[in-house]
């Protein structure tokens, strides 16, 4: 369900989104986080990195992180990272053959399970990031179904909930949906390839 062209896209509309607010304080509170708003932009950047490094590397143990924050780059310049990493990913991404795995905590991710983590994240932090300014965001659906598809197929279906923007906030712990209650913080992801799904919820095991 993930497409090559998933992830630079994603970034570039996080990166829109967020541009305008470049100069309300970002030292808040992002959303329901423990982080800041510009600690979670940081996070933005980073996340594709890490995953890029591990998939680069075809790993089977966690790569150390190439970068770990910037605490002096203006938020514009890292609304430009987060485009740029996610860009570095997904080139990655398409340079793995189809048997090629890297770590993740939750798995050994092939490239699909690596954009669609890499989306994932870029989109929750938005919304939490936009929620802690606040303001809005909304992805378009079709991606936001297709992350629930790739990395949560225990989320409500689509005739259940025909929201899939709303299915994504409830996996990973945003919100909760009608009959289904907010997730704990152990909510988790199935980035290994859905051929080696068991059949049950993913639960985090990591802190």
Same mark, same amino acid.
């Given at each position: ?28 509170? &992002?959303?329901? #986080?423990?982080? *800041?708003? !510009?600690?979670?932009? $940081? ?7 890490? =995953? ?77 990031? &936009?929620?802690? #300014?606040?303001? *809005?965001? !909304?992805?378009?659906? $079709? ?7 790739? =990395? ?56």
């Amino acid at each position: 369900p993930m497409r090559p062209d998933d992830l630079p896209a994603t970034a570039a509309l996080c990166r829109e989104t967020l541009l305008p607010w470049a100069d309300r304080d970002w030292s808040v509170t &992002a959303g329901d #986080l423990e982080w *800041t708003c !510009r600690r979670t932009l $940081d996070h933005m950047v980073d996340v594709p990195i890490f =995953l890029g490094g591990n998939a680069a590397m075809r790993s089977t143990d966690r790569v150390l992180p190439i970068r770990n924050g910037d605490p002096a780059a203006a938020i514009p310049r890292l609304l430009d990272a987060v485009v740029t990493s996610a860009t570095m990913l997904e080139r990655i991404c398409a340079g793995m053959a189809s048997a090629d795995r890297g770590f993740h905590p939750a798995g050994q991710a092939d490239a699909e399970g690596f954009r669609a983590q890499g989306c994932a994240e870029l989109l929750q932090h938005t919304y939490d990031i &936009a929620n802690g #300014l606040g303001e *809005t965001f !909304r992805p378009p659906d $079709d991606l936001a179904g297709r992350i629930v598809a790739r =990395l949560f197929p225990w989320a409500p279906g689509a005739d259940a909930h025909p929201d899939r923007w709303e299915a994504l906030l409830w996996a990973c712990g945003r919100i909760a949906l009608p009959g289904h209650e907010r997730l704990d913080p152990d909510w988790w992801v199935q980035i290994a390839p859905l051929s080696e799904w068991d059949g049950q919820r993913k639960i985090r095991t990591m802190p």
